[in-house]
């Protein structure tokens, strides 16, 4: 449980919250590579922590993200001409570089420009994605360094969808392997992604698992233990990173995935899903699963990254599937079992103080955890903690130092004395060309 204050305190994210301060130290995922695709293509929207801003790739290739709306009468930018080596607001025709800086006022001599300048952001890409930092720049740190950003492109495949929710309800999904067995129980056998892998009879043949979290640089390594043949546990180790990345333990020689969970604003988030064989190349039976919403991808309304299962249509629930035990929860695909059910979570309107269904952020006050939440408990405590070293020392969080990037989930069978991350401390961390340690 957690007071409103406390839950507001980790749920808002806009400029100059404690939360929002926090988030803006680290490199953020703002868009896919394909999203700019090629020189002056269309300029894109982008909201992220509640600021409005628009990318584009000018002439010269170079990558933009300036405030969304223009200097003159803010109009919205999105609407604005990609030329020349410019954004040119249809408007008027006032012209903006890369770096938000004024370049034409086609009414005006050059000077009236001089002093014109619109907010804007470094946006890099790496690894098929574009990032940015939104914070200080005399703190600006190293590009990430989380593994699938330096796999070649035939290695990965990343998604992003929409989720209408606060981020941390989708990162303490992200950090509860315990739904897994429950909610996901059934894809474990059915997905293309998943089935037939030799870890998948422990998740199923034990339902109690029980949970260690083990602080980690960078953040947590949250381990699940259930019980095997010969003396040995099954263990399913999580990584979380400051502040919204989660890994996925492997299962048998399929691709391994996980998850950035990225503020848009306090009801909104971007669900990013990512998959990478460190090894290999992706078969093209897994890369067609993935494109057609497998493992924890998801299927779209074309032309948009909203899943095609939504709120507005109950996510296509089948109750006939969910009476026959065809899925537990009635939806289709992990994605969307975990966003219907986050998106769902009991909000208060902050105009009557009444509990409602849909309102985008959890109301913990409420809430009831139990000793499954072990890792959502420290990593709330951990990102409290960070909060306060940055509001009082202007100390750096963790995370935010790229060498605590480079670690991996893992699932492996260890001896029942060993300690898992004594078993798993060198599985645990990135391995270049090595396969994940996976059952
Ligand atoms: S509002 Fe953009 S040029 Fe006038
Ligand atoms: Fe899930």
Redesign the pocket.
């Known amino acids: 449980m957690l007071s409103k204050e406390k839950n507001d305190q980790l749920c808002k994210t806009g400029p100059n919250t404690p939360m929002g301060k926090l988030f803006r130290c680290y490199w953020i995922p703002a868009l896919l590579a394909e999203e700019l695709p090629e020189a002056d293509c269309p300029p894109v929207r982008v909201q992220l922590l509640s600021e409005y801003m628009v990318a584009f790739r000018d002439t010269e290739g170079r990558l933009g993200l300036i405030d969304e709306f223009c200097a003159h009468r803010c109009v919205s930018l999105w609407f604005g001409r990609n030329e020349d080596s410019g954004l040119r607001c249809p408007y008027h025709g006032w012209k903006f570089d890369v770096n938000g800086k004024c370049i034409d006022v086609p009414s005006e001599s050059p000077e009236f420009c001089t002093n014109i300048k619109l907010k804007s952001y470094p946006l890099v890409e790496k690894g098929g994605i574009l990032w940015t930092y939104m914070g200080d720049p005399e703190n600006q740190p190293p590009l990430p360094e989380y593994e699938v950003c330096n796999m070649p492109a035939d290695q990965r495949f990343i998604s992003k969808r929409h989720q209408e929710s606060n981020w941390l309800q989708a990162l303490e999904?992200?950090i509860?392997s315990s739904?897994?067995s429950f909610?996901?129980g059934h894809n474990l056998e059915s997905d293309p992604l998943f089935k037939g892998a030799k870890g998948n009879k422990y998740n199923m043949a034990d339902l109690k698992p029980k949970f260690e979290v083990e602080d980690y640089e960078g953040g947590l390594m949250i381990a699940a233990r259930r019980n095997a043949e010969d003396e040995q546990h099954y263990w399913r180790i999580t990584p979380w990173l400051m502040p919204f990345f989660t890994m996925v333990p492997p299962r048998g020689d399929y691709p391994v995935h996980g998850h950035f969970w990225v503020p848009i604003d306090d009801k909104n988030c971007w669900a990013w899903s990512f998959d990478y064989k460190p090894n290999r190349p992706l078969t093209d039976q897994e890369r067609e699963a993935m494109e057609q919403g497998a493992g924890i991808h998801c299927a779209y309304i074309p032309g948009t990254y909203t899943p095609k299962a939504n709120r507005a249509n109950d996510y296509l629930m089948d109750r006939e599937a969910q009476k026959q035990g065809l899925t537990y929860s009635g939806i289709e695909g992990?994605a969307i079992?975990?966003s219907s059910l986050q998106e769902s979570m009991a909000s208060i309107d902050p105009e009557t103080g009444e509990r409602v269904a849909w309102g985008g952020i959890c109301d913990r006050t409420y809430e009831m955890l139990a000793p499954t939440d072990k890792g959502i408990m420290m990593a709330r405590r951990k990102i409290f903690n960070a909060i306060e070293a940055l509001e009082n020392y202007g100390e750096l969080p963790e995370g935010v130092d790229p060498e605590h990037h480079k670690v991996r989930s893992v699932s492996v069978l260890l001896p029942k004395d060993q300690k898992f991350l004594d078993g798993a401390k060198e599985a645990v961390r990135v391995k270049q060309d090595e396969p994940h340690t996976s059952v």
């Open positions: 999904g992200g509860d739904h897994v909610l996901h992990i079992q975990d």
